[in-house]
């Protein structure tokens, strides 16, 4: 199972880790105006309208997947609308602009993993709040 654990929280981003099964995938980073509520999540790989390319979409009984909530690249909160950012690394700034890297690498991984995982949890673990 797909776990996102948020660990970190500022007046812009929502930062966590995802783990597949407990072990570490990659960082993530949501605009923490439009961070989508915490719980259990559907999960399914499908072309994205926007991107053009195959994402990962989330979606739950209170988040329809007409939403289009997607695992996807960016780099930092203003490229999110609401969606999750991936990275391999993060730059963690408590005063703004938190960021990601390698953030195609990570899209790339976690869209291969969600062709077989089909839920996701993410859970609030702040250390600063």
Do not use: W
Not at 32 to 43: E, F, L, Q, R
Not at 47 to 69: D, M, T, W, Y
Request: aromatic residues 4%; contains cysteine.
């Amino acid at each position: 199972m797909l776990t996102l654990v948020r660990d970190i929280r500022t007046e812009e981003a929502v930062l966590g880790a995802l783990y597949l099964n407990g072990a570490f995938i990659c960082h993530t980073l949501e605009n923490a105006s439009k961070t989508i509520p915490c719980g259990m999540y559907g999960v399914q790989n499908s072309k994205s309208p926007k991107f053009k390319r195959e994402l990962p979409l989330l979606h739950n009984a209170q988040v329809p997947s007409s939403r289009g909530i997607r695992i996807h690249v960016g780099n930092t909160a203003a490229s999110s609308s609401g969606c999750i950012l991936v990275g391999m690394s993060r730059e963690v700034h408590l005063l703004g602009g938190s960021m990601l890297k390698e953030s195609k690498n990570a899209e790339t991984m976690v869209t291969m993993i969600c062709r077989n995982e089909k839920n996701l949890v993410i859970v609030d673990a702040f250390t600063n709040k």
